[in-house]
Structures are given as structure tokens and as C-alpha cells.
């Protein structure tokens, strides 16, 4: 898939996707075709199924129970 259809998938902007790619947030794109002089590829192209893996891992994570923080008490 290409960057129109990921930012209308995850509802996001380009400055959020950036910052995701930049961070290590967000599967990385392949690159399409031969790069540019400057380096960058002409095209990036998301795979469809790891994108939607994706989507659910994050999923899974926001559904795990809460760790306790370090030190915490315990309940009784």
C-alpha cells in the first residue's frame, strides 16, 4: 500500500507517520524502483499484511493487563 491509503488506515498525518518511522513506532515501508541521485527512493510501498499486523500487535498491547510499576505493593 501506498502512503495515502497507510495515513487513512491508521488516521494519521504525515508529521505523525514521520515521527513514527523515525522512532521505530511504525513497520518500515520497501523501497520501490531505483533511488533518486539524492538517495531516496522514488517510491515506498508499505506491505499490506505487515501493516495490518501491525495494527493488530498494537491492539494486543493496548488490551495487555497493566504491569505494576517497579516497587509497587502488591494487593492483599
Known amino acids: 500500500m501506498f502512503r495515502p491509503e497507510l495515513l487513512r488506515i491508521l ?3 504525515d508529521s ?3 515521527a513514527w518511522l523515525e522512532a521505530g513506532i511504525l513497520v518500515r515501508p520497501i523501497s520501490l524502483g531505483p533511488n ?3 538517495g ?3 517510491r515506498n510501498a508499505w506491505i499490506r499484511e505487515e501493516v495490518y499486523q501491525w495494527i ?3 491492539a494486543a498491547k493496548s488490551r495487555a493487563p497493566a504491569k505494576p510499576a517497579r516497587g509497587a505493593s502488591q494487593p492483599a
Request: proline share 0%; aromatic share 6%.
Open 16 to 18: 505523525t507517520m514521520y
Open 36 to 38: 533518486r541521485s539524492n
Open 40 to 42: 531516496n527512493a522514488r
Open 11 to 13: 488516521g494519521i498525518t
Open 56 to 58: 493488530r500487535d498494537q
